[in-house]
Nanobody
């Protein structure tokens, strides 16, 4: 069974930072990897995606605050979240096998909660 292993969520005050990590050891070719998030009552939405070659795509709401990166040798993708806002509160899901601008692939992580609150 394919698994993406996530870590790094938590509770942070507004203006704070977090770093999420996601490893895909059992995915033979992860391809484009990304982060999606889902807040209660909302649809799951793209946060950021990165291709194998390092091209990136960000949601407008996080552009300039979040940074996605990856280590291809480790099959790992990272998301640095800075200047966090309460509206960033959501469950964040790692994804692999998708397209940079074409939506998610078939592999998902279990989700990690990010809560921004004072």
């Amino acid at each position: 069974q394919v698994q993406l292993v996530e870590s790094g969520g938590g509770l942070v005050q507004p203006g704070g930072s977090l770093r999420l990590s996601c490893a895909a050891p059992s995915v033979s070719i992860p391809g484009t990897m990304g982060w999606y998030r889902q807040a209660p009552g909302n649809r799951r939405e793209l946060v950021a995606a990165i291709s194998t070659g390092g091209n990136t795509n960000y949601a407008g709401s996080v552009n300039g605050r979040f940074t996605i990166s990856r280590d291809n040798a480790k099959k790992t993708v990272y998301l640095q979240l800075n200047s966090l806002k309460p509206e960033d509160t959501a469950v964040y899901y790692c994804n692999a096998g998708g397209a940079l601008y074409g939506g998610p692939g078939p592999y998902w992580g279990q989700g990690t909660q990010v809560t921004v609150s004072s």
